[in-house]
């Protein structure tokens, strides 16, 4: 089975600070995506990359920024932590860049932002 | 450009019922279509996903979905809802030609006894 896994359920920052969310999947997938969800609007898409050092802006990029050194890792950084930024981050991965694969995603880290 | 509509927001049934959430989407072309879900707490599952052939697809956990053109959906169904149904649903759709999802707003299922 496919598992992606994410550094924090649950995270607590104050307004200002640098915040690190990673993830890390296990099957050697080549895309990987960041997404945020919040009520009533789904999921949308905030980075994704499709190789390691290769990464392209999803419809939200603004104030975020990510990262991916290894093909298995990607971090998503909020350079400056807002309180607009308190959110549900979901990361996912798939195994190419087809629209047809299916995106395997991670449990989900609750972002709070004081 | 594409999109995703799920008219219902909230959705309440009774155990053992039948169930059918609506997913209508926008594309130029023929569309991947997916419903996934998350269940309290989680990440999103895939239950399901059509992109040519036979209209009808069988997903897991008994679900199944009918993709038709004329109307532009893809509706999501289930003849008997058990209790560990109760879960926010997904609708997503992809385009040939790029990586992305776009994905609905969501429908909340709950289940009363």
């Known amino acids: 089975d496919v598992k992606v896994t994410q550094s924090s359920r649950y995270l607590v920052k104050r307004t200002g600070e640098k915040v690190f969310l990673e993830c890390v999947q296990d099957?050697?997938?080549?895309?990987m995506f960041w997404y945020r969800q919040d009520p009533g609007l789904g999921l949308r898409l905030i980075y994704f990359s499709y190789d390691v050092k290769m990464k392209e802006k999803g419809d939200i990029p603004e104030g975020y920024s990510v990262s991916r050194e290894k093909k298995e890792r990607f971090s998503l950084i909020l350079e400056s932590a807002s309180t607009n930024q308190t959110s549900m981050y979901l990361c996912?991965?798939?195994?190419?860049?087809?629209?047809?694969?299916?995106?395997?995603f991670g449990p989900g880290t609750r972002l709070l932002v004081l | 450009a594409q999109s995703v509509t799920q008219p219902d927001i909230h959705i309440t049934v009774s155990e053992g019922a039948s169930l059918e959430l609506r997913c209508n989407y926008s594309y130029g072309a023929t569309p991947y279509l997916f419903w996934y879900v998350q269940s309290p707490g989680q990440g999103l599952q895939l239950l399901l996903k059509y992109f040519s052939g036979d209209t009808l697809v069988q997903g897991i956990k008994g679900f199944e979905a009918e993709f038709k053109r004329s109307q532009s959906s893809f509706n999501l169904r289930k003849p008997s809802v058990h209790w560990s149904d109760a879960a926010e649903y997904f609708c997503a759709v992809g385009a040939y030609n790029t990586d992305k999802l776009i994905f609905g707003t969501g429908t909340r299922l709950q289940v009363f006894p």
């Open positions: 099957m050697d997938h080549e895309n």
């Open positions: 996912a991965s798939s195994a190419s860049g087809k629209a047809q694969e299916t995106q395997y």
